[in-house]
């Protein structure tokens, strides 16, 4: 028996007496819980819905019905032991419309099994309610899943009219059909495609992408890069372990319609070709010549194989045409080149990058630039051999060719004329602080770096060493195209920090293993407002009132990642007369990213999150990372109400799980979190629990290092709300027997080891 409700507008007046209730639904769904918390039938057969906002309602329910003579899906949907202990078989299927409901029930009925007529909008609403029933795949119910997903698209009677109508409608429709399409694809990928959707899926939305390891972030730079190609844009990928799991799937005679209906369907900002080994099958060349793309922001191709079939395949299926930004990490002859030329006539603009650089593909490059003013080239080479005869034409560059090298040669010193113009082909250069470097050398140094954007400033044998000449700093800062500075092993002094503040041209300024004086920061009144991303790991300062306010200096900061190793014995009473006598100060810097890493052996209980959230905007806040020694309830209350919060990384060093799982289950009142990750020593019966009730998170990775014995079999009581996303990783050897290991592979729970 079904009840559903058309329009939460249509609610009823009406007062309840006492004992009315005779049933309340168990609701799982997330499309459902958006609008409902609970739901209860009464007597009379209305429906009580507490809403999100705390509100009761009363409705009417539309009611339908299908006997067990006439079922045909409904003895599969839900797991056996679980439908064995049901005491009813009555489903609350949120709101639905009365037509659909009809539909619905002729569907499911030996009536009408296959269903070929059926639009999209009815394909998606179907797929939901199998979800709210808790379908799950079966040996025996998986031809007919295949059969509702993929025939019914590619039959010629499926109905695409709803479809393409959404496709030129307003972009309030579009965004609805975005969300539609997303989730059918989610769909299709688990029941259909792969098992672990997540390692392997070709299609990433740029609705729903999230980094999932935040290790990989180690500076602005890469989460910049992350977030411009994976928040922003919609992106096919055929890499490495993608392409063997698609080479299985592409087997079979109706993927290949199916997965270009994908592809076509939502529009493909970036097309990502990645082979580092084992050539593609023809089913996979025979893949990127069917999709023929239109209009593509960015196209990148890495081919390392010796015959560049990839390359080769993708160059001459229209790719190039219809792309604005070409990026090619492969050896081409100059023939290859110029067969991308030839295909570049739309291309705004094009990056080769090769092991060495080739004097014939450069003067090519450059010809090229000369004649075509509208096309921004950039040759990217590891190694290069400078010879002051054959390469006279790199002094008077046209603007738009960029030409640089990453090694440095013994020819770069074979004249004045080749040092001079190899120094302009380094965009990072590494400089090794030398007690016995004397200042002149390193002025001729840095004024000759005049395309260089990094900097990374160490010391020789890893000696923590202070500027031995001042006016050394002077020429780093004065670098004209410097964007991003290092410092190691460095001991920052109040003159660094001066011309820090001071730059207009600073984006990004990473500090590891340094050492930063308490006079350096007084006085420090400077405003800085090009300063974007701040990383400080493993250095040595004790967080008092002086230093943040000289990381509040950056207003127009967003990235911040930070190791605090001390804290000042009066700063918890500093913030304390702080809060209390004034309120928060406004900033202009929005937080999107913030990493904080307290050492394991303070001792002190600091609210750290708060504390911060005095100092930066921190409610805008994307990916929020903490590793500390407990969660403290002001820090709860401030992560419960970050409005954009996707991300949290939380790793919590004492071992007192229930007062942790009741700090988290205020910060999950925040339901825009959609990935998680726990890491705790043990893994008990709390855990196990808690993570049955997480119906919001998406993705949920638990990291730990042992399990009690006696807990092994906690496994089994977890039912879980959805059929994927769960990943434990342990850092033990074999700490789950056997029978475990199979029952999380039975619930598609991720069970893998770290070293």
Not at 546 to 568: A, T, V
Not at 666 to 687: A, R, S
Not at 708 to 730: A, D, F, H, Q
């Amino acid at each position: 028996m079904f009840f559903s409700i058309q329009n939460t507008d249509d609610r009823i007046d009406y007062i309840e007496s006492e004992e009315e209730e005779v049933f309340e639904f168990k609701i799982q769904s997330k499309y459902i819980l958006d609008t409902f918390t609970s739901v209860y039938l009464l007597k009379n057969t209305y429906l009580k819905c507490i809403m999100r906002n705390g509100s009761r309602k009363y409705f009417i329910p539309q009611i339908s019905k299908i006997f067990d003579s006439e079922d045909i899906i409904l003895s599969l949907s839900i797991i056996e032991d679980e439908q064995n202990d049901s005491p009813t078989n009555k489903y609350f299927l949120g709101q639905i419309s009365n037509d659909f409901l009809l539909r619905f029930t002729k569907y499911v009925t030996k009536e009408d099994f296959f269903v070929n007529t059926l639009s999209f909008i009815d394909l998606i609403n179907f797929l939901r309610v199998l979800e709210i029933l808790g379908f799950q795949r079966t040996k025996n119910n998986t031809d007919f899943l295949k059969h509702l997903l993929v025939k019914s698209l590619i039959d010629e009677n499926f109905n695409f009219k709803s479809y393409k109508k959404l496709l030129d409608s307003t972009e309030q429709n579009m965004n609805i059909y975005n969300l539609n399409f997303e989730y059918f694809f989610s769909v299709f990928l688990h029941f259909v495609f792969i098992k672990k959707t997540k390692n392997y899926t070709f299609l990433f939305f740029k609705s729903n992408n999230s980094m999932h390891d935040h290790k990989i972030i180690l500076s602005y730079k890469a989460y910049i890069w992350y977030r411009e190609r994976f928040y922003n844009e919609n992106v096919f990928i055929l890499e490495s372990e993608t392409i063997l799991q698609l080479d299985k799937i592409l087997s079979l005679k109706w993927a290949i319609d199916c997965i270009l209906f994908f592809i076509r369907s939502c529009k493909i900002d970036m097309f990502w070709f990645a082979v580092t080994e084992n050539l593609p099958s023809e089913k996979i060349f025979n893949l990127i010549s069917s999709i023929k793309p239109k209009n593509i922001k960015k196209l990148i191709i890495k081919d390392d194989l010796m015959g560049k079939n990839t390359f080769k395949c993708v160059l001459a299926n229209a790719y190039f045409d219809t792309a604005s930004h070409v990026k090619i990490s492969c050896n081409l002859n100059i023939e290859e080149i110029r067969n991308v030329l030839v295909n570049s006539k739309n291309i705004k603009k094009l990056e080769i990058g090769s092991d060495d650089a080739h004097s014939d593909i450069l003067a090519e490059l450059n010809k090229y630039a000369l004649s075509h003013k509208n096309i921004y080239l950039k040759y990217k080479c590891y190694t290069f051999v400078m010879d002051c005869n054959r390469y006279s034409f790199l002094k008077n560059m046209p603007e738009n060719f960029i030409f640089y090298v990453q090694k440095f040669h013994d020819s770069f010193l074979h004249c004045d004329f080749c040092h001079l113009q190899s120094s302009k082909l380094f965009r990072k250069i590494i400089t090794r602080l030398n007690r016995d470097t004397s200042l002149k050398e390193y002025k001729k140094m840095f004024s000759n770096c005049l395309n260089v954007k990094e900097a990374y400033i160490s010391t020789v044998n890893n000696e923590l060493m202070e500027f031995r000449h001042l006016e050394l700093i002077k020429y780093i800062f004065q670098i004209p195209n410097l964007e991003s500075i290092s410092f190691e092993n460095v001991i920052c002094i109040k003159i660094l920090i001066r011309y820090i503040l001071e730059s207009k041209k600073l984006i990004s300024l990473k500090f590891y293993n340094s050492s930063f004086l308490s006079e350096s920061f007084d006085k420090c009144n400077i405003k800085n407002f090009t300063l974007r991303g701040i990383t400080i790991k493993k250095s040595r300062f004790c967080l008092n009132g002086d230093f943040i306010k000289f990381l509040s200096s950056f207003e127009k900061l967003i990235f911040l990642k930070i190791y605090i190793k001390d804290i000042d014995s009066g700063f918890k009473k500093l913030i304390v007369e702080s809060a209390s006598n004034h309120p928060k100060e406004k900033f202009n810097s929005k937080l999107d990213y913030l990493k904080i890493t307290l050492n394991e052996n303070i001792a002190k209980d600091l609210p750290i999150l708060s504390v911060f959230s005095y100092f930066f905007e921190i409610s805008n806040l994307k990916v929020l990372i903490l590793q500390i020694n407990k969660i403290e309830e002001q820090d709860a209350s401030v992560i419960s109400n970050m409005k954009y919060l996707k991300e949290m990384h939380l790793t919590v060093y004492q071992n007192k799980n229930k007062i942790f799982l009741q700090r988290l289950t205020k910060i999950l009142e925040n339901k825009t979190i959609k990935l998680i990750k726990i890491e705790v020593k043990y893994l008990d019966i709390n855990i196990f629990e808690y993570i049955c009730v997480l119906e919001n998170v998406e993705n949920i990775f638990i990291y730990f290092e042992q399990i009690e014995t006696e807990e092994l079999y906690s496994i089994y009581k977890m039912r879980l709300n959805y059929s994927s996303g769960i990943t434990l990783n342990c850092k033990n050897d074999q700490p789950l027997s056997p029978d475990a290991i199979n029952f999380c592979n039975e619930y598609n729970i991720e069970f893998s080891e770290i070293d």
